[in-house]
C-alpha cells in the first residue's frame, strides 16, 4: 500500500489545483459581468478622446503605437550613429515612441548617390508609396501631386504644429510653404535650409604666428599669407596653396569652393539675381563674373591657388588636411565638423580660425530660389494618420528643443557627438532662419555668464556643456574643438561683420534649370580661364555661345515668370 501514497498525494494536489484554477475564472467572469456598463463605456470614450486629442493636437499621443511605413535618405556611415543603434531604433525614434508613440518601420531609407533616386522614382511610377515619404525635389512633388498620390495637408498643418513650428516656417517668408501649396493646398512639409551666412576663409593660424605675421585685414593680404604658407613649406614640401574644388561654387552644402570670390566682386554664378537695374539675369554672365575670374587667374598664375586643383577631387583635399599639408579653404561655420576635424584629430596643435571681410557683405545680389533640389515630407493619399508629419516636426523641433527636460537629453546629446541628421526618421530640418546667431549668442553668453543656464534650448544645452568641457580642456577630443570652433568662433566672426544673407527670391512653377550643355559650356569656360588656357576676354565668348544654345530663351521664360508675378502681388 505504502508505494501508492505518493502517486495519490499527487493526484489530489493536482485535482485541488484544477479546481482553484477554475473558481478564480469563474471569478474574474462573475467580476467582468458585475463590472457596470457605465464604467466600460467610460473607458471607451476615454480611449476614444484620446484618439481624438493625438489626431487634433501637435503633442498629443496616442493610445496605442501608430506604425508607418516610411521611405527615406540615409546618411553615409550609418549616419555617425552611435553603435547599435538604427535607423528604426536610435534616440530620434525612441523619443518620439515615448512623446507620441509613433514608430517608423522603413520601406526603404537609402543613400543620395542613385540609390535613394531610383527608389523614389520607382515608388511614383507604380503609384505606391510609403505612408509617409521624404521627397527629394520640387518636381517630384508636382508629379505626386498631380498624380494624386498625396494628402492634402492644410487642415493637420494648421491644427497640429505648434505656434513655434508655424514662426519658423513663417520666417522664410511666403515662399517656402508656397512651394509645396497647389491651388491653395499644402500638399507637404518643406525642408528649412538656415541663414548659414558667408563662406569664411580658414587658415591655420599657428603657421601664422610661427612666421611672425599680422592677422589679414583684406582678401589680399590673405591670399598673400597663403602663398607664404606654400613658400615657407609650412605643411612639408608638398604644401599647396589655397585648396580649390573644380566645382568652383559650393554653395549651402558643400566645401572647397570659392565662391567668397566671387561674392566679393558681386558675382553670384550658377544662380538666377536681380541685377543692379532689377533685371533677372543669369549670375554667370554678368561683367562681375568676369572680373572674378580674372582675380582668380591671377592667384593660379602667383602659386596661392593650389596649382593642381584640376585634378583632385574633394577626398583627396581631405588627406591633404588631414595631413597637415594644406592651411586655407574657404568653408561655412562648419567646417570645424568637416573637414577641418580631421586635421585637429591628426595634430591638436593645428588652429584653424576663420576670417570675414565685409566687402563680401556689402556686394551679394539678391538671387532667386527654385526649390528644384528641395527636400519635402508628404503622406499617402488615404493614410488614415496624415497628421502624423506635422506631430512629429513639433516634437523633434520644438518640444524637444525648448520644452521637454525628461524625454530629450538623448536627442540633443546627438548633436554634439556630430550625429548626421539623416539618422531622423524624416529627413527635414524645421528652424528659424536665424536660428544660427540665436543659438550662438546664447551659447557664447551662457559662457561667459551672461545668460542663465536655464534659458538655453535642450540644443544650446547639450552645445554649450561640449563647449565648457573643452574650454575648460576636460574635454580633448576633436569633436569637442568642432563644436566650439563652429558654434562660439566661427558664430562670432560672422556676427561681429554683420553677416547676413540675402533674403532669396521664389520664381514660383517655372523651369529654371541650367541645361547640362549650357552647365558644362560654363564649366569648362571658367577652368580654362582660371587655368591661362583662354584669356579673359574669351568670357565675351562664352556668353554669346551661352546666349545662342538656347540660354536667349531660357532667360526670356524667366523674366517673364519674374515679370507676372510681379503684376499679381
Known sequence: MKKYKKPVLIAAVCVLGALAAVLAWRGNIRQDEEQPPEDMAHERAEIQEQWREAAGTPLGKYPETVTY????????????????????????????????????????????????????????????????????????????VESGLVEDLTDVYEQCTTDTIKEMYDSY????????????????????????????????????????????????EA???????????MGGDETIGLACSIGLIAGSSETYGVDTIFTMHGSCPENWILDRDGTVVYGSLTPETKEALGYLNRLYEDGVLDSRFLLRKSENIDDLIANGQCGAIFG???????????????DHTADWKPYFFTVEQE?????????????????????????????YVSAIFDYSRYEDNRYAREVNEYFSINVDPTARPMNINVDYRDALYRSGENIRKALTNELSLTELSGLERSYYDTCRSFVSGNLTTAAGWAAYASRVTAVDVL?????????????????????????DLERETFLQIIAGEKPLDYFDVFVE???????????????????????TE
Not at 509613433?102 to 510609403?130: H, T, W
Not at 587658415?203 to 599680422?214: Q, V
Not at 555661345?545 to 508675378?565: C, D, H, I, K, P
Open 69 to 144: 511605413t516610411l521611405g527615406k535618405v540615409a546618411g553615409a556611415n550609418n549616419a555617425n550613429l552611435p553603435v547599435g543603434d538604427t535607423y528604426e531604433d536610435n534616440a530620434y525614434t525612441r523619443y518620439l515612441k515615448n512623446v507620441l508613440n509613433i514608430q517608423n518601420e522603413n520601406v526603404f531609407a537609402l543613400e543620395a548617390d542613385g540609390s535613394y533616386e531610383k527608389a523614389l522614382e520607382a515608388a511614383i511610377s507604380d503609384r505606391d508609396i510609403p505612408d509617409v515619404m521624404v521627397v527629394n525635389g520640387r518636381d517630384n512633388l508636382i508629379r505626386l
Open 173 to 220: 517668408g511666403e515662399s517656402l510653404l508656397g512651394s509645396a501649396t497647389f491651388d491653395g493646398k499644402l500638399y507637404a512639409l518643406p525642408n528649412s535650409v538656415i541663414d548659414d551666412g558667408a563662406m569664411m576663409l580658414w587658415l591655420r593660424d599657428d603657421w601664422i604666428r610661427e612666421l611672425g605675421l599680422e592677422e589679414p585685414q583684406t582678401m589680399d
Open 223 to 233: 591670399m598673400d599669407i597663403v602663398k607664404a604658407f606654400k613658400d615657407n613649406k
Open 332 to 346: 561655412h561655420w562648419w567646417a570645424p565638423n568637416n573637414p577641418l576635424i580631421l586635421s585637429y584629430d591628426a
Open 363 to 391: 556686394n551679394q545680389v539678391p538671387t532667386f530660389v527654385s526649390y528644384d533640389d528641395w527636400m519635402y515630407v508628404v503622406v499617402r493619399k488615404g493614410y488614415e494618420h496624415p497628421e502624423i508629419v506635422c506631430k
Open 495 to 519: 556676427t561681429s561683420g554683420g553677416m547676413r544673407d540675402e533674403e532669396t527670391l521664389f520664381m514660383g512653377d517655372v523651369d529654371m534649370e541650367i541645361p547640362q550643355e549650357l552647365q
Open 545 to 567: 555661345q551661352w546666349y545662342e544654345n538656347g540660354g536667349a530663351e531660357l532667360t526670356e521664360r524667366v523674366r517673364s515668370a519674374y515679370e507676372e508675378g510681379c503684376r
